[in-house]
Structures are given as structure tokens and as C-alpha cells.
């Protein structure tokens, strides 16, 4: 079954320090991997995305890596502010036939709040 | 552009009582989705649409029909409201399949007593 597991649930970090979220998927044939943000309230907001071939990939503050062969994925945030404070949500793309509602699999994200 | 629209933001039915979610994009989107999101569970799937009238079945259809007459909208109707439907209700567009980014609404939080 397509699985995407998320780790720590949540965290608490201090204002100015980095840290790192997991994600681990069995998603197959895997086609990309991408990163939401969700803030309270609102809807999620794509921060990165990549494919097979890539490893590594920056949005300002976040970073995303890929290992494809171990099926890990990590968003590592540098210098936490406390707008970083929301939900983080990744989602693993299916490659093939399939229809497209059946296509997308969501981890159950991970809470991070960053305190002054 | 607007983007991806929800109303309302929040409702509170009572058991049994029918409403509609209203979903709306400006994006030419052909792809639409509407999921639930409960505490400490991955965004769920219940309806989809790839494109003006065809609609699909998600992973949790039951209780929701959708219908989508237009490119831009694509409302979500409750039959008869279980508190089991208590979640928060978000609406999608993308502009393809696959990988293509989904571009989120606000969310319709809705409590069934």
C-alpha cells in the first residue's frame, strides 16, 4: 500500500535554530516528492518539489533533500523565525496510469513551533 | 487572480441537514479535488475532477456528491450531515496531473452537532 509517514509529529524549537523534519514513503512507481507548508487556518502552500533525479533543492531558508533509493526525504530549515510556526506536509506523487485523484499520497504532516 | 475560493469559512449543521460547499478557481484549472483534513490524518481525498463534467470518486466519497458544470467551479454537497463529516474541508485546483502543484483554498471548517 502507497504510505507516507511523517516524524517527529511535532517540535519545538527556539527562534534562530535549524531543524530538520522527515519523510519516509513507499509510494510506487515513485514520479516526485514535494513539500506544503500550512499555516493555521489556511489552505497548503507548495514549497519545493523534486523528481527522481534530484537530490537537493533550496527555497530561501528551506531545503529539501531526495534520496530516492532509501525512499527519505528531509526539509531542513535554517534560522527559524516564527512565521516558520505551521504544519509541514509532504506529498509523494505516483508515476503511471492511474487516475489523478489516485495519484497524489499526503503524510499527516508535522507541527513545528518555533518560540521567541 | 482570486486563486482557489471556499465559502463559507465555517458552519455548524445539525444532524441530517444538507449543504453545499461551494469551491471556485480562476486559474483555468482542469484539475479540481476537494479533500478532509482531521487531526493527526494526511489530507484525504473524497471527490475529484479532471475536467468540466467528469467527476470521480476519492478515497472517503461516501456521504458527498459533486458536480462540476464549469471549468471554474466545483461545489461539494453534504446529503445528510453525520458528525462523522466533522472536519475541515479544503478545495484544490492544478493545472495537470501528477506532480503538478496543487493550488489550495482557504478551508471550510465545519462541525456537525
Known amino acids: 500500500k502507497n504510505q507516507v509517514e511523517q516524524s517527529p509529529q511535532s517540535l519545538i524549537i527556539l527562534e534562530g535554530k535549524n531543524c530538520t523534519l522527515q519523510?519516509?514513503?513507499?509510494?510506487?512507481?515513485?514520479?516526485?516528492l514535494r513539500w506544503y507548508k500550512q499555516d493555521t487556518g489556511r489552505g497548503p502552500v507548495s514549497l519545493t518539489i523534486?523528481?527522481?533525479?534530484?537530490n537537493t533543492k533550496s527555497n530561501g531558508r528551506y531545503t529539501a533533500t531526495l534520496d530516492a533509493d532509501t525512499k527519505q526525504s528531509s526539509l531542513h530549515i535554517t534560522a527559524s523565525q516564527l512565521s516558520d510556526s505551521a504544519s509541514y506536509i509532504c506529498?509523494?506523487?505516483?508515476?503511471?496510469?492511474?487516475?489523478?485523484?489516485?495519484?497524489?499520497?499526503f503524510g499527516a504532516g508535522t507541527i513545528l513551533r518555533v518560540k521567541s | 487572480n482570486a486563486g482557489v475560493t471556499q465559502t463559507p469559512k465555517f458552519q455548524v449543521l445539525k444532524t441530517g441537514q444538507s449543504m453545499t460547499l461551494q469551491c471556485a478557481q480562476d486559474?483555468?484549472?482542469?484539475?479540481m479535488s476537494w479533500y478532509r483534513q482531521d487531526p493527526g490524518m494526511g489530507l484525504r481525498l473524497i471527490h475529484y475532477?479532471?475536467?468540466?463534467?467528469?467527476?470521480d470518486q476519492g478515497e472517503v466519497p461516501n456521504g458527498y456528491n459533486v458536480s462540476r458544470s464549469t471549468t471554474e467551479d466545483f461545489p461539494l454537497r453534504l446529503l445528510s450531515a453525520a458528525p462523522s463529516q466533522t472536519s475541515v474541508y479544503f478545495c484544490?485546483?492544478?493545472?495537470?496531473?501528477?506532480?503538478?502543484?496543487?493550488?489550495f483554498g482557504p478551508g471550510t471548517r465545519l462541525t456537525v452537532t
Open positions: 519523510c519516509n514513503y513507499t509510494v510506487s512507481p515513485f514520479s516526485n
Open positions: 523534486m523528481t527522481f533525479s534530484e
Open positions: 475532477s479532471v475536467g468540466a463534467g467528469i467527476t
Open positions: 484544490a485546483s492544478a493545472r495537470g496531473q501528477g506532480g503538478h502543484e496543487q493550488y
Open positions: 486559474m483555468n484549472h482542469e484539475y
Open positions: 506529498v509523494v506523487s505516483a508515476r503511471g496510469n492511474m487516475e489523478y485523484g489516485n495519484k497524489l499520497v
